[in-house]
């Protein structure tokens, strides 16, 4: 079974930081790799979104509404992902919620398989 875990919401002031750990961990088969892809929020009233995703090489993708204010990355010794949040805004108060998934070729390249994992997600408040 599969574990993400987040850490690392609270409260801050408009202008402040917080940074966001995650950690993911369990067993796989021998075929199947367990990799942290990143970071989504759910606003309140709105949809889960996409934050930031980082590849296992380090390649960050950033949703508009956060760069140059927030920095995804990653220590694949530990297997945890970070995000660093600066020049915090209002509109940023959500839930954030890291992505784990479990990629298995036990049946071949052609027909991998992919399994995604949530962690229980923290809540980040931003107050004006």
């Known amino acids: 079974q599969v574990r993400v875990v987040e850490s690392g919401g609270g409260t801050v002031q408009a202008g402040g930081s917080l940074s966001l750990s995650c950690t993911a961990s369990?067993?796989?088969?021998?075929?199947?790799?367990?990799?942290?892809q990143g970071w989504y929020r759910q606003r309140p009233g709105n949809q889960r979104e996409l934050v930031a995703t980082?590849?296992?090489?380090?390649?960050?993708n950033y949703a508009e509404a956060v760069k140059g204010r927030f920095t995804i990355s990653r220590d694949n010794a530990k297997n945890m992902v970070y995000l660093q949040m600066n020049s915090l805004k209002v509109d940023d108060t959500a839930v954030y919620y890291c992505?784990?998934?479990?990629?298995?070729?036990?049946?071949?390249?052609?027909?991998?398989?992919?399994?995604?994992?949530w962690g229980q997600g923290t809540q980040v408040t931003v107050s004006s």
């Open positions: 992505n784990a998934f479990v990629y298995d070729t036990r049946y071949g390249l052609m027909s991998a398989t992919r399994e995604d994992y």
């Open positions: 369990g067993s796989t088969a021998s075929t199947a790799t367990l990799n942290i």
């Open positions: 980082i590849s296992s090489g380090g390649i960050a």
